[in-house]
Structures are given as structure tokens and as C-alpha cells.
């Protein structure tokens, strides 16, 4: 099982930009996915980002398409999720997930078997 730790979160104005971090140990990173999820009270959770294990191939919700990009430093075992533009919308709890096997991309929640504890994003209008 993997362990997963994010950072990065914060307050800040509409307009504005954070990067999120998500450390990773435990296994092989290089060989799985990582995808970014986020939860905003009251909604249900949903796909943001991810990133295949190489990282030559990247998806996004609709909704954060040319506002957020998602990279990953295999050598530091860690995936990033630059957001830029950010709108009150785009408040909410943002999980990382790394894939539940190695070599499968999916877009879908269950794809994902491990989690991080999750970091508060809000964006004040």
C-alpha cells in the first residue's frame, strides 16, 4: 500500500494560483497512476486530474481544462497540481490518489485504491 501526503493548500483570492504537492512512498511510483480528486461540502467527490505513470499522458474535468496542470518528478516520488485562475468554484478538500495497480489508467474513482488525508483548498470572491 502506498502512503500518500499532500500540501500545498491554502487561501486564496479568485484569480489566483496554488500548487499542490503530494509525496509518495511505499511502493513503485514510477509504474502507477496519479490523479488529483477534490470534494467541496455537500457534493460529492470528483475526478480533477491525473497523470499516467510516465507522464506522458494527462486528463481533466471539463472545468479545469487550461486553468489547472498536473505533473509529476518520478525521481522525487512526488505529483504536483498547479492551479492557476482559481474561482470560489474551485473551493473544496483535494485528494491524491495513486492507481490500485501498476500500468492501469483510469479516469474513474474506483481506479484509485490509495488516498491522502486530503488539503483544503478555498478561494475567496
Known amino acids: 500500500q502506498v502512503q500518500l501526503v499532500e500540501s500545498g493548500g491554502g487561501l486564496v483570492q479568485a484569480g489566483g494560483s496554488l500548487r499542490l504537492s503530494c509525496a509518495a512512498s511505499?511502493?513503485?511510483?514510477?509504474?502507477?497512476?496519479m490523479g488529483w480528486f477534490r470534494q467541496a461540502p455537500g457534493k460529492e467527490r470528483e475526478f480533477v486530474a491525473s497523470?499516467?505513470?510516465?507522464?506522458?499522458?494527462?486528463s481533466y474535468t471539463d472545468s479545469v481544462k487550461g486553468r489547472f496542470t498536473i505533473s509529476r518528478d518520478n525521481a522525487k516520488n512526488t505529483v504536483y497540481l498547479q492551479m492557476n485562475g482559481l474561482k470560489p468554484d474551485d473551493t473544496a478538500v483535494y485528494y491524491c490518489a495513486a492507481s490500485i495497480r501498476p500500468y492501469l489508467y483510469s479516469v474513474r474513482e474506483d481506479g484509485f485504491g490509495s488516498w491522502g488525508q486530503g488539503t483544503q483548498v478555498t478561494v475567496s470572491s
Open positions: 511505499g511502493r513503485t511510483f514510477s509504474t502507477y497512476e
Open positions: 497523470i499516467s505513470w510516465s507522464g506522458d499522458t494527462t
